[in-house]
């Protein structure tokens, strides 16, 4: 289908209208889509995706349709306050994002979004995991991820890219896969019809793709600055990230609209609190927000990575009590755990501590039996790597867990939820 340059908003409108198309009719369709932790990274790649390649053209024929798709089903996008905050910046509204609630149900979506009429790429992540990963894992044909390369994608995928490299926001990947074409399109003869501006009036072409090109860009600009926080954290920031910053905020200021008030750091500090504001939601909502979960030899691990330091997570649950007790933290984990049939549960926090700076802290929690082994072979494996300093311990019969400051600041889930996976399949069964 032919894609007319045209706003991120309209651009949406045409993709959830074609993903409608594609399910009643069993139309071919390419869905982009980014892991299930559904951050903003992989929220803004997926989108930003789908859009660039819907509107430039590859190096022979037409460009394609791409649809991005939430990993979340709707309700969840009220979990993620930073994504709210940024949405104006683009001009789009929560309606306007797809979901998984869009999709065919589960339990039947393989008769009616046939997998051979389906083309998925990946963004910020590499392998499709869960219920669509069984069905789809097959019709995966492009990546851009920054994550571990876990093998499953062919070497050669063709048109399509397959760029796996260390960067701090998958965003930043995205970007300077796209620009040159993006580029193109600024200065190339790319004018259309859709130069009709809301309101009637009707600006000049330049003016108005300038604009749209500022609102996407601020879209990929919040990731790749709240991932690397402004540029500023040299353990995550990459040549990949200070290139599409530039590059980015060059097309901000080529909007005389956008750019004339544009300040890079104001802007990080306003999508920054809002994505540590965590005061609207529950204990379970917290968890949920940026979750990830992997099969690993028969077990199932959780992770929840948590901008606020676990005291704040107590002090959520346990309201008027003792908010230094771990007990309540320990129950309401356990009770978050059973009902995703988890095996080894763990939070991971990163926050800003007032006497030490940037801090992490880790909670492992072994759900049940089986998750024992794994836990005390992950300790004596990962323990001293990650400079692990004990808070709470409970091995008492029924329980093992553990919360610990995590002194290793430099690892985050990326890198510690590998040695837990590590740990789960060296285990016999
Ligand atoms: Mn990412």
């Known amino acids: 289908m032919a894609v007319p340059r045209n706003s991120l908003r309209a651009f949406l409108t045409q993709a959830r209208a074609s993903l409608e198309k594609a399910i009643n009719h069993h139309e071919k369709i390419t869905l982009v889509i980014g892991n299930e932790s559904a951050d903003l990274d992989s929220i803004t790649s997926s989108i930003v995706y789908a859009y660039l390649k819907s509107i430039t053209h590859p190096a022979q024929g037409p460009a394609t349709l791409h649809v991005p798709l939430l990993n979340i089903p709707k309700a969840d996008i009220n979990l993620r306050p930073e994504l709210l905050a940024l949405l104006p910046h683009a001009n789009i509204e929560q309606r306007h994002l797809i979901t998984l609630d869009d999709l065919p149900s589960l339990t039947n979506i393989k008769d009616i979004l046939l997998p051979a009429t389906t083309r998925w790429i990946l963004v910020d992540h590499n392998v499709l995991q869960g219920k669509l990963g069984a069905i789809y894992a097959d019709r995966v044909v492009g990546v851009v991820d920054h994550h571990a390369d876990e093998g499953k994608i062919p070497n050669d995928t063709g048109s399509e890219p397959r760029i796996i490299t260390t960067s701090g926001s998958c965003t930043s990947l995205v970007i300077n896969h796209c620009r040159e074409a993006w580029d193109r399109l600024s200065t190339g003869t790319s004018s259309t019809g859709a130069a009709q501006a809301q309101g009637d009036t009707l600006m000049e072409d330049e003016a108005l793709s300038s604009l749209w090109d ?10 790749v600055i709240i991932d690397t926080i402004n540029l500023q954290d040299e353990h995550k920031t990459t040549e990949h990230d200070q290139h599409a910053v530039t590059h980015l905020e060059a097309k901000i200021h080529l909007c005389a609209k956008i750019g004339s008030q544009f300040d890079r750091t104001e802007f990080f500090n306003k999508i920054n609190d809002a994505k540590k504001d965590l005061s609207p939601l529950t204990f379970e909502e917290i968890l949920r927000k940026d979750y990830k979960q992997w099969s690993e030899n028969g077990m199932i691990l959780g992770t929840s990575a948590v901008v606020q330091p676990i ?11 003792d908010s230094k007790d771990y007990r309540a933290l320990l129950e309401a984990s356990k ?16 926050y800003e501590s007032e006497h030490d700076g940037f801090a992490r802290e880790l909670a492992v929690l072994a759900v049940d039996e089986r998750g024992l082994g794994p836990c005390k072979k992950f300790l ?19 329980h093992w867990f553990h919360t610990w400051k995590q002194g290793n600041i430099s690892s985050s889930r990326k890198q510690v939820a590998p040695l837990l996976r590590e740990a789960m399949s060296a285990i016999s069964r």
């Open 214 to 223: 500022a609102q996407v860009a601020q879209l990929a600009l919040a990731s």
């Open 380 to 398: 004596e494996s990962s323990g001293r790597k990650l400079q692990l300093d004990e808070v709470d311990t409970d091995e008492s019969d029924e």
């Open 335 to 350: 009770l978050f755990a059973r009902e995703r049939g988890l095996c080894v549960f763990s939070i991971m926090t990163a």
């Open 311 to 321: 005291s704040f997570l107590k002090g959520k649950i346990n309201k008027n009590s």
